[in-house]
């Protein structure tokens, strides 16, 4: 018996002193490090316009580059998807994000008036996807705009200028954050989609950049979010924006697979195709009305507002 306890004594005999110590804050450091590692899974972003994926990710370039280029020209569409975060007046001056992602009502309004009356014909992310599916035609002079996060000024400062100009629009919507403050109540979100001119997209269910995340995560984000819409609000959800524009190849397949037709990104860009309908590109208007913006949409290439 004595002797076994000394065999013990002999194994763990390098574990004496300071080397304990070393030991025991290792495997602490490295649980925290795993915890952040898990933690960080599960926390919902913040959007700017800095913070927004700009580029492909390498893996989705190099599919791209894989595909067959489109055999006619008309497989790609210049559509140009506009996005927009507010449209209010900024009460508290000193919340800069806000301001940053905000439009303010009158300017919005004008951007409406100046594409209507250029001939623009407004269209809803579930009908874009039918046009790349063959399934409708192109209208002439193409246009999307589109809300990210659906924060209650969608109900109370963006719908009545829709209903006011009879013009469609797509909205991205966070279903687990509808009550909370800043967001739209579930009522808000019904009056919304009882104009019948908004088509209701989902934004995952927490606001989680999708890029790199563990696979599981991203399944529950992307279907949980499609299916609380569907089935709280007896709706058909095909449209989806990643979250800051952040996805991946693996985020890509997983929102095919649950069903979408179309999703949104943060890439600047107009032209719109099978190949992108997962990934397909957005410009910002900015403060741009009148000339300005039809100059704007005119042109090839696109500068970050
Ligand atoms: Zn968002």
Redesign the pocket.
């Known amino acids: 018996m004595k002797k076994s306890k000394k065999k013990t004594k002999y194994y763990f005999s390098f574990l004496s002193g300071n080397r304990i110590k070393i030991a025991v804050i290792t495997v602490i450091i490295l649980l925290l490090a795993g915890l952040t590692t898990v933690v960080r899974q599960f926390k919902p972003t913040i959007?700017t316009p800095r913070s927004e994926m700009k580029t492909l990710p390498p893996d989705i370039k190099n599919e791209m580059e894989r595909q067959p280029v489109p055999a006619t020209s008309s497989a790609t569409f210049r559509v140009p998807i506009l996005m927009y975060h507010y449209v209010e007046y900024v009460q508290d001056k000193r919340d800069r994000l806000r301001q940053l992602l905000d439009i303010n009502p009158n300017i919005f309004e004008q951007q409406i008036q100046t594409l209507q009356q250029a001939g623009y014909t407004f269209m809803t992310a579930k009908e874009l996807g039918e046009v790349i599916d063959g399934k409708m035609k192109l209208p002439n002079n193409p246009v999307l705009i589109t809300f990210?996060?659906g924060h209650w000024d969608l109900d109370t400062v963006i719908l009545p200028i829709l209903k006011k100009y009879h013009v469609k629009a797509t909205a991205?919507i966070i279903p687990g954050f509808l009550g909370g403050s800043d967001f739209m109540t579930p009522n808000q979100l019904r009056d919304v989609i009882s104009s019948g001119l908004v088509d209701i997209g989902a934004?995952t269910v927490h606001?989680i950049a999708l890029k790199g995340k563990l696979f599981p995560i991203v399944q529950f984000e992307v279907n949980q979010s499609k299916a609380i819409l569907e089935q709280t609000y007896h709706l058909k959800v095909v449209s989806f924006?990643y979250?800051?524009g952040s996805f991946d190849q693996q985020a890509v397949n997983i929102v095919r697979d649950a069903g979408f037709t179309t999703a949104v990104s943060t890439i600047p860009g107009i032209a719109q195709s099978n190949l992108n309908r997962f990934f397909l590109y957005r410009i910002r208007p900015g403060y741009r009305t009148g000339q300005l913006l039809l100059n704007y949409l005119q042109q090839n290439t696109f500068a970050q507002y």
Request: no cysteine.
């Open positions: 959007e990210d996060d991205y934004h606001h924006a979250p800051n």
